[in-house]
């Protein structure tokens, strides 16, 4: 008999782990989802024919597994998109990653500009221990530059300062990104020696893209998934979790379903897994309890006109700190096929916060009128050439590197100690991976299971050992 193996979420971490272990013919895959909708965060919403990409995904990946993946479960062929973000500050527009050109010596000014190239001199003899997310910019951009364009941003989208932040999100986010990257890709780029495998991943100059967004993909691979025999159940969310002897037996749903499996996957928020648990030590539920999250919001607005036809930005970037927006995506860049009418603009303006404060609490029509009144202060809409809106609120969008994150490698310790539990994905592993990163844990997963070897390297996925070795010093 087939083995029964449950995936929690049908988001790219769940169905890549489906669709790999359906290709093997040995199991029999059931997915839970709680939503109506495959993808999770990297879903397309559909409002009135016009098509929302929550959070923005570019597919560009260095790991050559994850691109045959893309490639051979996308039935139509992905569009090629020219790369283009920007920083909006002091009313003024930046490159995103900042470039050194006239541009950007005129907008800082001399004075502040040199400060910036003496700051950033003093990093390269100075460096600073990183424990931290402010120690990590530093080190890389000097306290200048950080103090301009990362210091006041970051607080706006985690809700707390670079120096409460574990310097980890640096290593695992940013990476190889620093000003002397920048200069060298700058270089490359005169000479026409640029290599897309070698190149930073925030430097890249184009990127894949579904003709109807993320939710494209993630809706053929569902399909294909139920296609080999998986079954996708939606609106079935997860309530309790039976462990005897650190094995799963019995999994129950707010319908008051019972599953049983002999291997579960699972890429819910570790949070509300290790709640769903029936027998947890203390220490662990302490801990799981306070691991911290940033929550999401997009108001989608319809301008006529093509109000924004100047601005060729997949996003913007508002470090204003007269507003609240983190973000501003342009969608007609993304993909014109996300847009009904070719004569429109179709954005999305989008806040990060926490399920408690004043921003979620906001009715919809309320929050909506209060995003408006934001761009037209920011003199980037007119209210009058408003077609449409839409608010979309996404619950534990990113896993958050302060609050207990520092006593999480115990959380891990304990569910690894469960024998047939697989934590995958974004929120399955509390880590702040990029998409291809999240398919990865899943591929790791499905070997660990194949092969019945250790849960490590699926723990190792996207991690700097550099740093964990440097720290234990």
Known sequence: MKKNILIIGAGPAGLTAAYELLKTKQYDITILEESNMVGGISRTINHNGNRIDIGGHRFFS???????????????????????SRILYERNFYDYPISLNKTTIKNLGLIRFIKIGFSYLKSLVFKREENTLEDFFINRFGYELYATFFKDYTKKVWGVPCSKIDALFGHQRIKGLSISSVLIHMLKKTFGSLNSKNTETSLIEQFQYPKLGPGQLWEDVAKKVIENGGKIIFNEAVDKIENINQKIKNISTLNNKIFQADYVLSSMPIKDLINSFNNVPNNISKISQKLEYRDFITVGLLLKNLELENLKDNWIYIQESDVKIGRLQIFNNWSPYLVKDENTTWIGLEYFCNEDDELWAMKKEEFIEFAILEMTKLNLIKKENILDSIQIKV???????????????EVKDYINSIDNLYCIGRNGQHRYNNMD?????????VNCILNNTSKEKLWNVNTEKEYHESNKK
């Open 62 to 84: 260095k790991i050559e597994k994850v691109n045959k993946f893309w490639e051979e479960v996308l039935e139509e062929k992905f569009l090629i998109r020219d790369r283009k």
């Open 395 to 409: 619950k534990k969008a990113y896993p958050s590197y302060f609050g207990s994150y520092d006593k999480f490698g």
């Open 437 to 445: 990163h999240s398919m990865m844990t899943s591929f790791e997963a």
